[in-house]
């Protein structure tokens, strides 16, 4: 069970990264759980849309990606493809899906989205493509400001990725960014969402929750 002081903290803090997000041009929502998130989910996506979305342990530790796959949508999962072939036809058609969900590395008290990639796959639909973004972020992701959010994904986010997917990269190996140029390098795109050309596309999903790294 949560502590209620950190249950109004939480909340209390969504409410003003809400207010950056809408000065950016970004719709925000607060909910204090992830059953919440997924229900939101629900109610932000129309039923037989086309759904896809970028590597996250966020989506799936939520059960966002439990009600996608099995959700009354038109899913568009690379990793069903079984040759180089189809997930390049697989990508083509994702760029152009109605809906793109990830999380995000860090989001600051202003409501700047921070992120690094590796392939750029994920920041790619992020800045231009699918026709909305919906972003699932746990509190764990709130940052004070940009400076701040930089040396915690490549100290925190990317050493937690690179135990998962194994990449042989220096902060798999130290648990510490390296500042590498290894083959296998996460860090290769730093991206700053400071503000969306396009009202309501970017919709951010603040969970009261620790999810992903």
Known sequence: MMNEAKKIAYAKQAEGIIK????RNMEGFYCATKEEAVEKVKELVE???????GGSVTLSESGVMELLKNGDYDVLDRSTAKTPKEQRALYQKSVGADYFFMSTNAITLDGELVNIDGNGN?????????KYVIVIAGVNKIVPDIESAVPRIRNVSSPANAARLHPNTPCEMTGMCGDCQSPGCMCCEIVVTRRSRHEGRIKVILVGEELGF
Do not use: D, E, Q
Request: aromatic share 4%; glycine share 16%.
């Open 20 to 23: 950056g997000l809408a000065k």
């Open 47 to 53: 039923k037989g849309s086309s759904v896809t979305w």
């Open 122 to 130: 994920r920041v790619a639909c992020l800045i231009h493509g699918p």
